[in-house]
Nanobody
Framework: QVLLEESGGGSVQAGGSLRLSCATS????????MGWYRQAPGKQRELAAI???????TYADSVQGRFTISRDNAKNTVSLQMNSLKPEDTAVYYC???????????????WGQGTQVTVSS
């Protein structure tokens, strides 16, 4: 079973920043795309940002320019720096590991337990 250990999240006012981190084993981290999805109340889970093992990022249009995803190869960790947060960013954020062959729109892959991010206006 793939273990993804998430940390970070919390509550912040609009315009503030938060940082999420997700650690996994070297075997998983080295070969998989690592990313963050989010699910707001009453909505489907959606991609926020994801990065290939080679370091190529993909961002949702809604977070482009505000969120930055990064991989720390020494720590087998993927992080999401979230700046200029908006109330509409409020969601449960899930870490995800997936082979490159799986579309980012696919629900397959390994998932973390989720961490709540709440942005108040």
């Amino acid at each position: 079973q793939v273990l993804l250990e998430e940390s970070g999240g919390g509550s912040v006012q609009a315009g503030g920043s938060l940082r999420l981190s997700c650690a996994t084993s070297e075997d998983i981290f080295r070969v998989n795309a690592m990313g963050w999805y989010r699910q707001a109340p009453g909505k489907q889970r959606e991609l926020a940002a994801i990065m290939t093992p080679g370091g190529t990022p993909t961002y949702a249009d809604s977070v482009q320019g505000r969120f930055t995803i990064s991989r720390d190869n020494a720590k087998n960790t993927v992080s999401l720096q979230m700046n200029s947060l908006k109330p509409e960013d409020t969601a449960v954020y899930y870490c995800n590991a997936r082979p490159l062959a799986i579309s980012y729109r696919d629900e397959r892959g390994a998932w973390g337990q989720g961490t709540q991010v709440t942005v108040s206006s």
